[in-house]
């Protein structure tokens, strides 16, 4: 016999809001997004404001600008009322967390907050594993904190680092994860905090498995910008020389404008479930750096090994990129290739931009802005 029946929730909702039905507080469109203020934050927040939502973001207090990547979709509210607000708050921070549920009553949620870098995390793994995983706890709890679990629909943005060492090729939503750095393991528990939160009170809540997504908004230290911002500062003689760890590294890149539409697509489906979105194409870090050169003007040819390795210019000599070992990583993910089929077949979503487009793309702007600096300083 079920010697456990009925069993409760461990608790009670400790915030009682006065709440309709879900059905009819889902009339409202009301999102919030954690790590609003990043690559995918922006891209998200413009989309969600196209679709008429009102959008709540939750920033950090910093001592200096962070939100530069909203500057032009936020308004000053005193000047113009509009549909993008701003919450100071942190994933480390639940009492904060719940506060800010309490107030926005969200209709979807995105959890877009995370210490985002992979080689940072072998540098501060305790922390990226609080923030990366029991950030997202926190956050889960926030919302049943407040009654809402069977009201909010919850997107957790998971990672292609997850499967890091290679087990099969391409991966897909059934591949075994074997994460390879603390981001990818804090990563892992907040995967399966979300599947168990679904299964457990019955949560709407779904992990997006995202590879690579990039854009001109991608934070300069990841290795697409770095290296399309290198070849624009190097084109136009302010920058000698790019330096770089592991450049035979293949990664399956994207367009971040993308990839959030995939993240919406998620939380508007009858279940929740989880979901690889990926190009279905893998390119080395090298070949990365060949095109964007070449947009440039430059071909580049290597040569040397190792960390010897060295990229030449064909035409005048000069060495254009080295190996510098301090971007070598402790253990590195080596190859990812993922299978979007299911987000295809599903969801109808397929990826629009192409990797020659998204290079393209990121060394225009890289060159754009690199122009800019050079006349006002003139
Ligand atoms: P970014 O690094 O550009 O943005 C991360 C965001 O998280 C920023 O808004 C940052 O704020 C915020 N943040 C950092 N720490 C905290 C904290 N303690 N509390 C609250 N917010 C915090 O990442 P992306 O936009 O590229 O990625 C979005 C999410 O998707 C991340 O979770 C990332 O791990 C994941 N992901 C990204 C992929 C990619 O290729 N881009 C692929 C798969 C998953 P601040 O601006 O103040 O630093
Ligand atoms: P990744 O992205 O680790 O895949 O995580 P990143 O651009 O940092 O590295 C990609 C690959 O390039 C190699 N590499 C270098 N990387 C950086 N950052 N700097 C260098 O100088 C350099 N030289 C070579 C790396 O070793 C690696 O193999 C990103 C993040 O957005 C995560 O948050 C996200 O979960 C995953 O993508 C999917």
Same mark, same amino acid.
């Given at each position: ?18 709440? $309709? ?19 995918? !934050? ?15 973001? #939750? #920033? ?96 957790? *943005? ?5 499967? @890091?060492?290679?087990?099969?090729? $391409? ?7 074997? $994460? ?51 070849? *624009? ?20 890149? @994207? ?17 929740? &479930? ?19 050169? *070449?947009?440039? @003007? ?18 005048? !000599? ?15 993910? &080596?190859?990812?290739? !993922?299978?979007?089929?299911? *987000?295809?077949? #599903?969801? @109808? ?30």
């Amino acid at each position: 016999s079920n010697i456990i029946p009925d069993v409760p929730a461990p608790f009670s909702p400790l915030v009682k809001l006065q709440l $309709p039905s879900p059905e009819e507080y889902n009339k409202r469109k009301v999102a919030l997004i954690s790590g609003i203020t990043g690559q995918d !934050g922006s891209y998200l927040t413009e989309l969600l404001l196209e679709k008429g939502y009102e959008v709540h973001g #939750i #920033i950090r207090r910093s001592s200096s600008f962070n939100t530069s990547r909203l500057h032009h979709l936020y308004a000053d509210q005193h000047e113009r009322p509009n549909k993008l607000k701003l919450h100071h708050g942190d994933l480390s921070d639940s009492t904060n967390l719940v506060y800010i549920i309490a107030q926005v009553q969200p209709t979807e949620v995105y959890n877009l907050g995370a210490q985002s870098h992979v080689k940072v995390s072998f540098d501060m793994a305790e922390y990226t594993g609080d923030v990366d995983g029991l950030g997202t706890l926190r956050l889960l709890d926030a919302i049943r904190t407040c009654g809402l679990e069977k009201h909010v629909r919850f997107y957790q *943005a998971s990672t292609s680092e997850l499967y @890091g060492k290679v087990v099969e090729t $391409p991966q897909s939503e059934t591949t075994p994860f074997y $994460p390879r750095s603390p981001y990818g393991v804090a990563k892992l528990y907040s995967y399966w905090i979300t599947v168990n939160y679904r299964e457990a009170y019955g949560m709407f809540a779904c992990n997006g498995i995202l590879f690579n997504h990039e854009s001109p908004r991608r934070g300069r230290t990841f290795v697409t910008r770095k290296i399309t911002r290198a070849a *624009a500062e190097i084109s136009l003689g302010k920058q000698q020389c790019l330096y770089l760890g592991n450049m035979d590294a293949k990664r399956d890149w @994207g367009h971040a404008r993308d990839y959030v539409e995939g993240m919406w697509r998620m939380l508007q489906q009858p279940t929740a &479930e989880d979901f690889v979105l990926a190009t279905g194409e893998t390119h080395p870090v090298r070949e990365f750096v060949e095109k964007s050169f *070449a947009l440039l @003007g430059m071909t580049i040819q290597w040569r040397g090994s190792g960390v010897q390795e060295e990229g030449v210019d064909s035409k005048t !000599g000069k060495v254009l990129v080295r190996v510098d070992s301090q971007y070598f990583r402790p253990a590195e993910v &080596e190859l990812l290739l !993922g299978n979007p089929a299911k *987000a295809e077949r #599903i969801l @109808g979503w397929k990826r629009k931009v192409d990797f020659d487009s998204l290079v393209k793309e990121m060394v225009e702007a890289d060159l754009k802005a690199a122009k800019s600096l050079v006349e006002d300083q003139n």
